[in-house]
């Protein structure tokens, strides 16, 4: 059975910085396009960063040149450094894989961006 294990979470101020892990087992990770996601009180979850097994990333918008993923496959750990943090940033951080089926969700982890 997969685990997903999400930690880094915090409470900063605007314009702070944090760095989240992910650290998956029970699973061939490095075959995986990894993502995160975040979901904010009363809204959808959303994917805000993806990364292919080579290394090719790609990221929403609201994110772009804020958030960098990468990944260390032999440390099945996906990693998402977050710059430049906004209040509208705060919300719950999860990571899975970005293909269908997903595996269960872990706990996430928390951020929180005061204004």
């Known amino acids: 059975q997969v685990q997903l294990v999400e930690s880094g979470g915090g409470l900063v101020q605007t314009g702070g910085s944090l760095r989240l892990s992910c650290v998956a087992s029970?699973?061939?990770?490095?075959?995986?396009?990894m993502g995160w996601y975040r979901q904010a009180p009363g809204k959808q979850r959303e994917l805000v960063a993806q990364?292919?097994?080579?290394?090719?990333?790609n990221y929403v918008d609201s994110v772009k040149g804020r958030f960098t993923i990468t990944r260390d496959n032999a440390k099945n750990t996906v990693y998402l450094q977050m710059n430049s943090l906004k209040p509208e940033d705060t919300a719950v951080y999860y990571c899975?894989?970005?293909?269908?089926?997903?595996?269960?969700w872990g706990q996430g982890t928390q951020v929180t961006v005061s204004s």
């Open positions: 990364i292919t097994s080579s290394g090719n990333t």
């Open positions: 899975n894989r970005v293909m269908r089926p997903r595996y269960s």
């Open positions: 029970g699973t061939i990770f490095s075959m995986n396009t």
